[in-house]
């Protein structure tokens, strides 16, 4: 199918981006950055903006910078870049890994971490990997800048906190400490390479105890979620202790309503709870095991 006839626009800085998302009144306008999921809701007439400002000509999008703490990824950069690039794969590996598992070649050369996670897709992979990374969200509009912690970033299915005319610019992933550990598995849809469930564990260490957990999880739930009930049992914990990662797991649903648990024709929601307590265990024997190493 066609999509429906609409302008485009493809400025060469963030402001100017800015200004065109402003300049069309109550017309729609979007950005557009890799089009792997707006172009087929664009195509399936899903989506129909009057105005589609194109990112890829933003030279600053497109940058990757780093310094002891922080590297700084830019909204246009593409799955692949992050999941080759050697240094970020030490620096912070969950969100490495999770690039790296991420659909297929094509839709890793194309598909940019920007797009990822204003899109929101409740079955996509970077969501909980940066939350479990501790990431910030850097975002400019026409108010100016802002920045969002991924804890408040994503909001229900397909919303993030963006707000209208607001571009994605900068994903902030603070570095993992030398001793510790992070790990992203997913059990991909065999039909679209989704995650059914995807869980992204970062472990801090002190000696053979665990200092601090982030736990998240993609597609179980209408949008991804840390997983409180497991962390704090990890915490403090010794990872000698050898029911651990199976103890931790067994909480991964605490507190979790059933509604809040997906249920489509890919997975019921009692299934999708079987498969985060298993990738929640996985993810976590992983970690361990990588700890000691
Ligand atoms: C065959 C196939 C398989 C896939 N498999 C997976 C998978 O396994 N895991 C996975 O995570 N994803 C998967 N995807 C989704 C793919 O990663 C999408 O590309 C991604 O969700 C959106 O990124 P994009 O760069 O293509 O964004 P676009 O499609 O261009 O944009 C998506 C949305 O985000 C908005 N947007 C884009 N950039 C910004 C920005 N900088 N600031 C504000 N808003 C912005 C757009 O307006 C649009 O609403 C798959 C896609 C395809 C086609």
Same mark, same amino acid.
Request: proline letters at 4%; zero cysteines; glycine letters at 8%.
């Given at each position: 199918?066609?999509?429906?006839?609409?302008?485009?626009?493809?400025?060469?800085?963030?402001?100017?981006?800015?200004?065109?998302?402003?300049?069309?009144?109550?017309?729609?306008?979007?950005?557009?950055?890799?089009?792997?999921?707006?172009?087929?809701?664009?195509?399936?007439?899903?989506?129909?903006?009057?105005?589609?400002?194109?990112?890829?000509?933003?030279?600053?999008?497109?940058?990757?910078?780093?310094?002891?703490?922080?590297?700084?990824?830019?909204?246009?950069?593409?799955?692949?870049?992050?999941?080759?690039?050697?240094?970020?794969?030490?620096?912070?590996?969950?969100?490495?890994?999770?690039?790296?598992?991420?659909?297929?070649?094509?839709?890793?050369?194309?598909?940019?971490?920007?797009?990822?996670?204003?899109?929101? !897709?409740?079955? &996509?992979?970077?969501? %909980?990997? @940066?939350? =479990?990374?501790? /990431?910030?969200? *850097? $975002?400019?509009?026409?108010?100016?800048?802002?920045?969002?912690?991924?804890?408040?970033?994503?909001?229900?299915?397909?919303?993030?906190?963006?707000?209208?005319?607001?571009?994605?610019?900068?994903?902030?992933?603070?570095?993992?400490?030398?001793?510790?550990?992070?790990?992203?598995?997913?059990?991909?849809?065999?039909?679209?390479?989704?995650?059914?469930?995807?869980?992204?564990?970062?472990?801090?260490? !002190?000696?053979? &105890?665990?200092?601090? %957990?982030? @736990?998240? =999880?993609?597609? /179980?739930?209408? *949008? $991804?979620?840390?997983?409180?009930?497991?962390?704090?049992?990890?915490?403090?914990?010794?990872?000698?202790?050898?029911?651990?990662?199976?103890?931790?797991?067994?909480?991964?649903?605490?507190?979790?309503?059933?509604?809040?648990?997906?249920?489509?024709?890919?997975?019921?929601?009692?299934?999708?709870?079987?498969?985060?307590?298993?990738?929640?265990?996985?993810?976590?024997?992983?970690?361990?095991?990588?700890?000691?190493?």
């Amino acid at each position: 199918m066609y999509p429906d006839a609409f302008e485009y626009h493809a400025p060469e800085t963030v402001d100017e981006a800015i200004e065109t998302l402003e300049a069309h009144g109550d017309r729609e306008v979007v950005p557009i950055a890799g089009g792997h999921s707006l172009l087929p809701t664009m195509k399936s007439g899903l989506a129909s903006p009057d105005v589609v400002v194109d990112l890829s000509n933003v030279d600053e999008l497109h940058d990757i910078s780093r310094d002891d703490d922080v590297t700084r990824i830019g909204a246009m950069t593409e799955y692949a870049v992050i999941a080759d690039d050697e240094r970020f794969q030490e620096d912070n590996p969950v969100v490495a890994e999770a690039a790296a598992v991420i659909g297929d070649l094509q839709v890793r050369n194309v598909g940019t971490i920007g797009g990822n996670l204003a899109h929101s !897709d409740p079955a &996509a992979d970077l969501p %909980a990997a @940066v939350l =479990a990374a501790d /990431a910030t969200v *850097h $975002a400019r509009g026409p108010d100016g800048e802002r920045t969002i912690s991924a804890d408040d970033f994503f909001v229900a299915m397909f919303t993030s906190a963006l707000e209208e005319g607001e571009l994605l610019t900068t994903v902030e992933i603070p570095h993992l400490g030398h001793d510790d550990v992070g790990v992203y598995l997913k059990k991909a849809s065999d039909s679209s390479g989704y995650a059914l469930v995807g869980v992204a564990a970062v472990l801090e260490t !002190d000696g053979d &105890a665990i200092a601090g %957990a982030r @736990v998240a =999880a993609n597609g /179980a739930f209408g *949008h $991804a979620m840390r997983l409180t009930s497991v962390e704090e049992h990890l915490d403090g914990e010794s990872l000698d202790e050898e029911e651990l990662a199976a103890e931790a797991a067994a909480l991964a649903t605490d507190g979790v309503e059933p509604y809040q648990l997906m249920d489509d024709e890919q997975a019921s929601a009692e299934f999708r709870a079987h498969l985060l307590e298993v990738y929640v265990e996985r993810a976590l024997e992983e970690a361990i095991d990588r700890v000691s190493g």
